[in-house]
């Protein structure tokens, strides 16, 4: 395995373990601990997990490898922030889309190349590329990994409610 | 540029974004702030900053390329959870490791060759490197990048007191 492919694998590998460590810390909240906010005043639980799911949706377009699924859900997760009276799908059906947008994007990623994830993402020119070439598909996937472990200690501060 | 270089360049640059947000982030607190938790009843921010200036004090000997100045830290910011009566440094000297902390890893960053960063870390043995050449110093980077990400994502739900 030569030097580009391990990278490509040690990026992914950094995706799925905050992936699956965000969606097994999610998983352990009930639909009515998603109205809990991660601290007094902050976002709410559902915001954060739509939030993500969202951006993810976007991520395939912003490498350049699908199209987003649910851009209507860009208002009350990306582009607004938490907002009581903001039109939000059911937790039921959050979970659905959270699973649905990972499990596509895990077969998206297993059927690039390791030549593909050097190639530029959608959101800059070919000359801009030029000038920077570490502005690739890897890069953007390392920047997104942190973004979910930014939240992901944000989601850890809540204990699930223990239903008796 | 080869792949190589390009992904040592991308992680680097990983690092420093996380560490630069990381510390503006603490400086806005002062001294006094830094007793506030992140949310009630969790690490207070002297905590998390000693917890990260002390993991990265430690990240030099699991690259293998240098020694932990204060191993001493390692009791109250690593080992234990965060506790009232631990002794600990005071604010203003803790600054001041941090500052010498990442800017010796910078120097120390600086001065791997492309080639270093592909070699194994040191907290893996020669057999299991030979099995698994994704554990090198780069993964061990950019795990530790995710773990910044983490905490920042945590002392972002703080606000620093505003004194009149």
Redesign the interface.
Known sequence: ?D??E??V???L??WNT?ISRAAQTFDTFSDADFQQQ???G?NRIIYLYGHLASYHDALKETLGIGKRHRPELHAPFLQNPDDLQAVMPSVAELREFWNSIHLELEQLFASLSTEDW?KRHNAMSDVDFEKD??R?R??VL??R???V??????V??VKPEVLS
Chains 1, 2 share one sequence.
């Not at 472990?149 to 944000?154: E, T």
Request: hydrophobic share 40%.
């Open positions: 395995m030097h580009s391990l990278m694998k040690i990026a590998a950094g905050q991660v601290s007094r902050k050097f070439p570490s690739n890897l890069s390392l920047n990994t942190n973004h472990a930014y939240h992901l200690g944000q850890k501060l």
